[in-house]
């Protein structure tokens, strides 16, 4: 492993640390730091959440990255457990099925370990939990934390194409269920990627 990589994993390890784990599924790096980062990546961190609970994970998220001071750890990817059930046993890309099984977990690795298995053998079992209170204040989180997430990333993603080009260009999908950053330069690669022996 290169100095490179240990030097990112510790700084997720870091800030998983600030980030409380109740309503937490699952915390892991994805991204270029999950294969070998070049020294100016950033560190794309993945978070699960409980159902029903993942605006309010986002809030202490963004709470823990201000706590722990690191620009480079990116809050590129959340989803909750009935999406990422869903997602897990849906029709995945060569690409995503690759990037799935090289994400580092760093909490709830057993919880992944299902996922993976529901990738693999196209399984889901559906999850209708009742209504709870929790329901109504991740409602009002998402309310008031969505639009202002989605302001912030498309002026990140501006000031990025003005840096590096167009290519740079990067956009955020919003829902109840999940949030992630949808990158210009991730389409163009997943259209050509093929896979390998070891993703079938």
Request: proline share 2%.
């Amino acid at each position: 492993m290169s100095e490179s990589k240990t030097r990112k994993i510790e700084q997720a390890v870091n800030f998983s640390g600030y980030l409380k784990k109740k309503s937490v599924k699952f915390i892991g790096i994805s991204g270029s730091v999950s294969y070998e980062p070049r020294e100016e990546d950033d560190v794309d961190v993945f978070i699960i959440s409980e159902k029903s609970k993942l605006w309010t994970v986002i809030l202490k998220s963004l709470i823990a990255r201000r706590m722990v001071r690191d620009k480079e750890i990116c809050l590129s990817l959340f989803m909750d457990a009935d999406y990422a059930a869903d997602f897990y046993s849906g029709s995945m890309s060569p690409l995503k099925k690759t990037d799935a099984k090289r994400v580092i977990p760093l909490h709830g690795s057993e919880y992944y370990e299902e996922l993976l298995f529901k990738m693999k053998t196209h399984s889901n079992v559906g999850n209708n939990g009742r209504f709870k209170i929790h329901s109504i204040v991740d409602f009002v989180i998402f309310l008031f934390l969505a639009p202002f997430l989605y302001i912030k990333t498309q002026i990140n993603s501006h000031i990025d194409v003005m840096k590096k080009g167009e290519s740079a260009k990067f956009s955020p999908k919003i829902s109840r269920r999940y949030f992630y950053l949808d990158s210009e330069k991730y389409r163009r690669y997943e259209m050509d990627f093929k896979g390998d022996d070891n993703d079938k």
